[in-house]
């Protein structure tokens, strides 16, 4: 009579363990693997279209059921919404095509708020150094 095999379950293959560096999630992976699709894409249109040569993808943030994912970018006019809309199609092909998951995202497109704050924060700090530099400052 022969006892289970030890470590037969699962056996503790790709976990990360007490003094490993922690994974990644799988939606984080799967954001940035998008993120990369969809800019690379965007780069090779922008070699026929100029109005996407300034365009920037910095994030994307995938549903937990793959079915939606919305493509934060660095800014988003109106024209430039209406662009990637008619691309919209193209994009989730070059998607289906380089990503491998059960579904292709509807993609969604957002101007990053990040990037609004960061612009912010730059804004209030020039103001504080040019209203330094007035001769307000104790020597």
């Not at 957002?110 to 020597?139: C, F, M, T, W, Y």
């Amino acid at each position: 009579m022969t006892g289970p095999r030890r470590g037969a379950k699962g056996g503790g293959a790709g976990r990360a363990t007490a003094g490993s560096p922690r994974r990644y999630s799988r939606s984080a992976r799967v954001n940035e693997v998008l993120r990369e699709t969809i800019a690379t894409e965007l780069e090779r249109r922008a070699d026929v279209d100029d109005r996407l040569a300034l365009l920037t993808v910095t994030a994307v943030d995938c549903d937990r059921d793959l079915r939606h994912a919305t493509v934060l970018l660095s800014s988003l006019s109106d024209e430039m919404r209406e662009i990637l809309e008619e691309l919209r199609a193209r994009l989730q092909a070059a998607v289906a095509a380089e990503v491998r998951l059960k579904w292709t995202p509807q993609l969604d497109f957002a101007a990053d708020p990040a990037v609004a704050s960061g612009q912010r924060v730059e804004e209030i700090l020039r103001d504080l150094r040019s209203s330094g530099d007035d001769g307000d400052s104790v020597a």
